[in-house]
Each structure stands twice: as C-alpha cells, then as structure tokens.
C-alpha cells in the first residue's frame, strides 16, 4: 500500500490579470516525504508555495492539505490546519519589533494555554535543534543571514508540525552554513514531518529530496525521483540541472516582427 | 496627453480609489469583529499590545502636544485681541478663545500631529512587514494580522486621541490665559472664572467627539496605505508620505462636515 497523502494538487491555475502563471498544475507529496520543488526564476515557485500556504486563492483547482481542500476552507478551518503547519519564509519573515526568543514563541502564545517557564523550555529546546543556544535575547536585526534562517527554523518547528514548507533554506548562504542547513533539514525529516522544499540550490535539492518536482512555464516539467529527473528529456529541466541558459532559435523574420510588434499584438 | 488617456487615468483613480475605502471599511469591520468575538474564539486583541500602541502614541506625543497647544492658544488670543480691539470689545476675548480652541483648534492641530506622528509610523511599520513578508508569517501562524497589528492600534488610538485632545485644551487655555492676562491686565484668577462661565461641557464634548473619528481615520488611512505598498524601501516612504496627507485630508474634510451637521 503507498503512503498516505501529505499534499495532493488538481489542476490548479493561477491567474494574475488575466495571465496565466499556473496552468494545470497537478503535484503529490507523501507524508514523510520530502519534496524538492525547483525551477528557473519566474517559474511560479513561490507563487505555487503561496498557494499551497493558502495565501492565496487559485483561479481553478484543487489543494488538498493533510486532507483537506483548502481553497473551499474558512479562516477558522484553515486556523486548525495551520497548526499543524510550519513555515520558514526565504527571507526569514521574524518579526522585527520581537526578540529571537518572543518570535519562536508566538505560535506557542497564540495558540496553546501552557505555563510560561515550559513555553521558554521548549523554545530554548528549538533553539539547541537548529544550532542557536543562547541566542533568545537577540533582536533579528543583530542575527546573520543564515541565524535568521535558523531561528526562523525553529519557529516554524515550534508547534511539532506535521508539514513543514521551506522556502530557499539555503540561498545565500555560505556553503558550509547551507550544508548544515541541509543536514538539519535530514534530521527534522527523520523525526517524521513531510517537507516541501523550495530551492534552486541543485547541491542542495539531491542531497535532501526524496522526490523533486521542477516547474517551468506555468506548469510541472517533471516529478519524481533524482534518478527519474536526472533522465527526463525535457530540455527545459536538462537546461535547469546542467545550468544552460534556454536559448530560443528563431527565424530572422520572426524574430524581427517580435521587436516591431505590440506585446499584446503578439498573440 | 490625449482626451482619451486623460479619462482612463481619472477612472482608474476612481477605481482605485473605491477599492481602498472598501479595504478600509473591511479592515475596520474585522477590527470591531476581533474586538468583540476574539476572546470567544480564544483568539483576543492582546491588552499588553494596546497599551504599548497607546504609549507611543500618548505618553510620548505630549511634549510636542503641549507645546503646539500653548502656540494655538497664544496665537488665537493675539487674533482675538487684534479683531475685538476693533469694536472695543476686547475684554470679550475669552469666549472666542474657550470655543475656537476646545471645538477646532485643539482636536484639529491633535489630530493632525498624530496623523503625521503615529499614522505614518503605522503606515511605515506595516508596509515594512508586508515586504519583509511579516504578515504573511502572520498569517500562515494562524495569527490574524488585522487582530495582531490593526485591532490594537485602532483601540489605543481610540483611546489616546481623545485624551490628548482634552490635555491640548487644558493646554492651550492655559496659555492663551498666560497672554491675556498679560496683555489685557486681566489675573489669571478671573480669565479662569470667566472661562468657566463661558465654556459648555458640550464645547468640549464637541472638540472630543470629533478627535474620535479622527482617531478612526487616521488608523484605517494608515493600515491602508501599509497593506497597499509595493516595491521596496521606496515604496515605503512612498506610501507612508501618502498616508500623512490622506490623514490630514480627511480629518479636515471630517472637521468641516462634523462642524456642518452639529453647529449649524
């Protein structure tokens, strides 16, 4: 029997001003799994993490979260499942008027009724997870790029969730502070959470992934295993993997209409 | 630029403009909703949250408040003296200065010092975190940031508009009566009986009254404008320069129409 279900996606379509930037797309994550999500820059990533956040509502499709269609769910549905999310946004997203440790704990204040000494036990214990003891006082102002990452890590974990969003966990990073970022990653997913990865970090993605999907152009390339991605013949992921630049070959004469024609003409 | 392009830009001002005052009415309908049904949901506006709101925008805001407030109140009794001396009536001043200040001039010169203070930092401080993607962190925590960020500031400013509306006229008489005596003869003893023979309590509730509208606009114009930003650090200090001049705008066309429907 195969695994139950984290995340399943049906034809989702998104649409900004009546431009398609999601046609179709259709994605399943296992639960315990971790799915890489890749692409060139404006393929849709964070539009489609966006959406599976719930941030968003789609134009046309289904996203189905731990079971539940999330695009038909109310703010007070939606306030259950999101307990039983965790999110690290690329840029860290930690409230800059809150200390590190006022931060990790906001989830905690929110929405459970424990005492405030096991609340600070247990964010000091999330801290120790992702590397970071001792650093509760400190401000997100005062944190390098890859402290922000971290504590923004463990506030996503805080709440034990059983899904786990990331959001380029190790852009920008140095590739020593990355490869820890990504060996902490291994070890939240060997406690049990199902991850979506959002990365364009190739080292990165075939070190955590269990599956990778890749977007491009509104749509999904390819999913499934390294292997399986590895041997696609889609030129668009063979471009992404090999790092080429997609080069598109026109006749002179179509190419000369482009430059001379209204954008909206075009079509 | 042509006829046509003039009439697409004033109807997608038009546009744009209908959608922030339904955004603002949204954002004060879900405000009053946390208000009322938070504590129920186990989901209440944070009191620590509204008393720190309320301590920038008060307790730090009275110096300036005070001083604006004796300026006015000086600068109406020269204007009062120079018109009243006219008919020789100027031992009349303090009944125009009691109404001027405690209905106008107090509220006013309040209201606009907050909106320029407290309604750009708003502003700023929420356009901020909607870049840094704070709010959608918000958001995806299962914290709404309307009861987080909005509720709260709504209620202190609600709070402390009307307060620092009444400090500024306590003010503002006082140093209207320090000229007065000073130029007219008059002790201070008898400006204050005499002001306490002219002045209403609804003159007063007049001038607090409207400080509370004011208190709501200038919050909503804020929040607005935060949540509406784009781009980077300039469309920070882009959208927070707009909300201190949507701020003064409306709390002055709010003043003409309040004055319109009670006075006349």
Redesign the interface.
């Known amino acids: 029997m195969s695994d139950p279900l984290a995340i399943e996606v049906k034809g989702l379509r998104v649409e900004y001003g009546g431009r398609a930037v999601l046609r179709n797309v259709n994605l399943q994550v296992r639960a315990g799994e971790v799915m890489v999500i890749m692409g060139g820059s404006g393929s849709g990533k964070s539009t489609f993490l966006r959406h599976l956040l719930g941030l968003e509502k789609p134009a046309a499709g289904e996203i189905r979260i731990l079971g539940d269609d999330i695009t038909q769910m109310s703010w007070a549905q939606m306030l259950e499942l999101r307990k039983k999310m965790g999110v690290a946004f690329q840029s860290g997203a930690l409230l800059g008027s809150l200390t590190v440790g006022e931060n990790i704990l906001l989830p905690l204040r929110e929405h459970t009724r424990l005492d405030e000494s096991t609340m600070r036990i247990m964010m000091r214990l999330k801290l120790d997870v992702v590397n970071l003891p001792g650093c509760e006082d400190l401000m997100p102002s005062q944190l390098s790029g890859g402290m922000i990452k971290r504590a923004s890590l463990a506030r996503a974990i805080i709440m034990d969730p059983k899904l786990l969003f990331l959001d380029e966990p190790s852009s920008g990073l140095d590739p020593v502070v990355a490869a820890a970022i990504d060996e902490l990653i291994l070890k939240l997913n060997e406690a049990g959470m199902s991850m979506v990865v959002v990365t364009h970090m190739l080292e990165s993605a075939f070190k955590i992934a269990d599956r990778i999907a890749v977007l491009g152009d509104g749509e999904v390339l390819v999913s499934g295993t390294i292997d399986e991605v590895r041997a696609s013949k889609d030129e668009r992921v063979q471009a992404l993997l090999n790092r080429r630049e997609k080069h598109e070959e026109l006749p002179p004469e179509e190419y000369l209409k482009r430059l001379t024609t209204r954008p909206e003409a075009r079509t | 630029m042509t006829a046509r392009t003039w009439v697409e830009n004033i109807g997608r001002l038009t546009v744009e403009g209908v959608t922030e005052m339904g955004l603002g009415a949204a954002l004060l309908a879900e405000s009053l909703y946390w208000l009322a049904a938070g504590p129920s949901?186990k989901?209440p506006v944070r009191v620590t949250a509204v008393l720190q709101q309320a301590m920038e925008i008060g307790i730090k805001a009275l110096p300036i408040t005070a001083v604006l407030s004796v300026a006015i109140g000086v600068m109406v009794s020269i204007q009062g003296i120079h018109t009243l001396k006219i008919f020789g009536a100027e031992s009349q001043v303090t009944l125009g200065v009691a109404l001027s200040v405690t209905r106008e001039f107090a509220p006013l010169i309040t209201g606009i010092l907050v909106a320029g203070r407290s309604g750009s930092a708003l502003a700023a401080r929420l356009a901020?975190?909607k870049i840094?993607?704070?709010i959608?962190?918000?958001?995806?925590?299962?914290?709404?940031p309307v009861r987080y960020l909005v509720a709260p500031a709504l209620v202190a400013m609600m709070i402390v508009l009307p307060l620092l509306t009444w400090f500024s006229d306590c003010i503002g008489l006082a140093g209207a009566g320090l000229y007065i005596s000073a130029d007219l003869g008059m002790q201070f003893g008898a400006y204050a009986d005499e002001l306490r023979n002219v002045l209403a309590v609804d003159d007063v509730m007049h001038g607090i009254g409207k400080s509370v509208l004011f208190a709501m606009l200038i919050t909503i114009v804020g929040v607005v404008n935060g949540s509406i930003v784009t781009g980077g650090a300039e469309g920070v200090g882009r959208v927070t320069t707009r909300s201190v001049v949507h701020a003064i705008a409306a709390i002055v066309i709010t003043d003409m129409i309040f004055a319109f429907i009670v006075t006349r």
């Open positions: 949901q989901q901020t975190m840094n993607e704070e959608s962190a918000l958001t995806v925590m299962g914290v709404s």
